[in-house]
């Protein structure tokens, strides 16, 4: 391959596309994008023109939005049953929810509703897309209203697929009576083990920035650490990032040339996306809708407000801190010479720590979060691409005679550094104007090359994706799979079921088969959603292969 080939595959990746269109793409769908011009005081033009015209599909959208909502329901209900509810919670003592959790009828009922309501959801994304497939102007006010529909109910689901919001609450705990949650783990506080948090949490130290200690002290203090009311406030702030989504990532995507609401419907009304931070209330909703909004003012010239607001959104949770050094080019200018950008490097994380560094001070809570990034989780996850290639590795290094566990873990090890690698190579390369879209490549190499991926985890940088073009070609088939995937994944993974009651069938096993069952019925028997991986029948590719056979004779 020569070097002129490499780097024009470098170029189109970090230029990302238009993405107009969903099942039926126009040609421009296929072509990057240029915003039509930028503007002197910013990164882009704030007038830049909307993409799309005419109208939403033929089949009206409402359809499909209905048929996510009656989701969302099922959701709801399924998740009495089968949700994580915190031992000191006051709902075990109400006589329907001692049914659902008790009865083998009702825990089967309550995994089956939530699968399948999971996957329902799935479905009912796919269809939006394709009734707005024009994505004429009005497309932007329907993927609102879907996203308010299939989140309501969500907004009072028992939390599924994690039940870190209950470790929220606990850290809070940890706050509010004098302790450092980065050196103390909540297994200090009496009675930790009636807030519902996972064991694993008991001696671990948080991963959270200063603010959002805050304002699990905030939480703690209004609920005195009461489980349900806790986890309704926060998920209360978790929808605050959410709707920092709704709000910047259309006008994000407006000045990238990318249609809004196509760019909405990816990156927030997708399942994943609303039940990982809705109905499990994780704190990276805010970290997310934060860091979203910073690159939104950044890149129209509010370089401070940006960078405030990107600080803000470490201060959630740390791993946004690789958006600083994009927010820093931002600032210098396009043609800003090395050692400006090297200057503005250094101003922009002079700033953001010397905040952080302040916003310490308060619960004595210092720096803990620099550590919480230096000390990460151990392990690995076997469907991450490093903990799946070590697993392999691993078996075959083993057959030759080789220390295989050893192969494999520097076999991880290496892939996580070359993450950071393509970090610091993005950082260094690319167009000026292409900034957003290399921060979130930048972003998604740390996360896929990392040994552990949790299924919320590739929701870090599908906004900025989404903001910057997703193709309708393999870019957006790989989306649909990644969120049917973690969406079914996540539905068996994470079943609540107490452990005296006796069934016929294991719970993760009936939700596989319900997941499964449903995924073949999109990708096989659905005439519509069959369509979007696989565009032609099997009898059509026969019947092509056929005349090509005769072409060839």
Same mark, same amino acid.
């Given at each position: 391959m020569s070097w002129t080939n490499v780097r024009r595959d470098w170029n189109i990746m970090t230029a990302g596309g238009t993405g107009v269109g969903t099942s039926n793409s126009r040609d421009e769908a296929k072509e990057p994008a240029a915003p039509s011009e930028k503007a002197a005081a910013g990164?882009?033009?704030? @007038?830049?023109?909307?993409?799309?015209?005419?109208?939403?599909?033929? !089949?009206?959208?409402?359809?499909?939005?209905?048929?996510?909502?009656?989701?969302?329901?099922?959701?709801?209900?399924?998740?009495?049953?089968?949700?994580? !509810?915190?031992?000191?919670?006051?709902?075990?003592?109400?006589?329907?929810?001692?049914?659902?959790? #008790?009865?083998g009828w009702g825990v089967t009922t309550s995994t089956i509703l939530l699968t399948a309501g999971a996957m329902l959801l799935v479905r009912s994304w796919l269809r939006l897309g394709?009734?707005?497939?024009?994505?004429?102007?009005?497309?932007?006010?329907?993927?609102?209203?879907?996203?308010?529909?299939?989140?309501?109910?969500?907004?009072?689901?028992?939390?599924?697929?994690?039940?870190?919001?209950?470790?929220?609450?606990?850290?809070?705990?940890?706050?509010?009576?004098?302790?450092?949650?980065? #050196?103390?783990?909540?297994?200090?506080?009496?009675?930790?083990?009636?807030?519902?948090? @996972?064991?694993?949490?008991?001696?671990?130290?948080?991963?959270?920035?200063?603010?959002?200690?805050?304002?699990?002290?905030?939480?703690?203090?209004?609920?005195?650490?009461?489980? @349900?009311?806790?986890?309704?406030?926060?998920?209360?702030?978790? #929808?605050?990032?959410?709707?920092?989504?709704?709000?910047?990532?259309?006008?994000?995507?407006?000045?990238?040339?990318?249609?809004?609401?196509?760019?909405?419907?990816?990156?927030?009304?997708?399942?994943?996306?609303?039940?990982?931070?809705?109905?499990?209330?994780?704190?990276?909703?805010l970290m997310v809708g934060l860091a979203v909004a910073g690159m939104y003012f950044a890149a129209t010239g509010r370089h401070i407000t940006g960078l405030l607001l990107v600080t803000a959104s470490i201060g959630i949770k740390p791993i946004t801190v690789l958006l600083l050094p994009f927010i820093g080019l931002m600032w210098a200018g396009p043609a800003a010479t090395w050692a400006r950008k090297f200057l503005f490097w250094g101003a922009t994380a002079g700033i953001s720590f010397a905040v952080l560094a302040v916003s310490g001070i308060p619960y004595n809570l210092g720096f803990g979060w620099v550590w919480a990034i230096l000390d990460p989780t151990p392990g690995y996850t076997g469907y991450s691409p490093s903990g799946f290639l070590g697993q392999q590795v691993e078996v075959?290094?083993?057959?030759?005679?080789?220390?295989?566990?050893?192969?494999?873990?520097?076999?991880? !090890?290496?892939?996580?550094?070359?993450g950071i690698g393509l970090v610091v190579l993005l950082m260094f390369r690319g167009d000026y104007s292409r900034l957003v879209r290399r921060a979130a490549l930048a972003f998604a190499a740390v996360v896929m090359l990392s040994p552990i991926i949790q299924p919320w985890y590739i929701l870090w940088f599908i906004p900025l994706l989404a903001v910057t073009g997703i193709r309708d070609d393999w870019q957006i088939k790989s989306l649909y799979v990644a969120v049917t995937f973690f969406v079914a994944f996540g539905a068996q993974d994470q079943i609540s079921v107490l452990s005296f009651v006796e069934l016929n069938v294991k719970v993760s096993s009936l939700s596989f088969l319900v997941a499964l069952g449903f995924t073949v019925y999109l990708m096989v028997l659905d005439v519509h959603t069959r369509r979007l991986l696989i565009r032609s029948t099997p009898a059509q590719l026969l019947r092509r292969l056929e005349r090509r056979l005769r072409r060839s004779e």
């Open positions: 990164l882009y033009s704030p @007038d830049a023109a909307r993409i799309g015209g005419g109208t939403p599909g033929q !089949i009206k959208a409402y359809v499909a939005i209905w048929q996510g909502f009656f989701g969302s329901l099922m959701i709801f209900v399924g998740s009495i049953g089968a949700g994580w !509810i915190a031992n000191g919670s006051p709902m075990f003592r109400h006589p329907l929810v001692i049914a659902l959790r #008790t009865e394709q009734r707005l497939k024009d994505w004429g102007p009005g497309s932007l006010r329907w993927v609102v209203v879907a996203v308010a529909a299939w989140a309501a109910p969500l907004m009072f689901a028992v939390p599924i697929y994690s039940r870190d919001v209950y470790a929220y609450t606990g850290q809070g705990r940890l706050v509010l009576e004098g302790q450092n949650p980065y #050196t103390a783990g909540i297994s200090s506080l009496s009675n930790w083990f009636s807030l519902g948090a @996972d064991p694993a949490w008991a001696e671990a130290k948080t991963p959270y920035g200063p603010y959002f200690l805050w304002l699990a002290r905030w939480v703690v203090g209004i609920t005195d650490a009461q489980p @349900d009311f806790s986890v309704l406030l926060f998920r209360v702030l978790a #929808t605050v990032g959410v709707l920092l989504c709704v709000v910047y990532v259309p006008r994000l995507a407006e000045l990238h040339g990318i249609n809004p609401g196509r760019a909405l419907w990816i990156a927030v009304a997708n399942p994943l996306f609303l039940i990982s931070f809705v109905a499990s209330a994780h704190n990276d909703a075959i290094a083993n057959l030759l005679g080789l220390p295989g566990s050893t192969v494999a873990t520097g076999l991880r !090890i290496l892939m996580k550094w070359a």
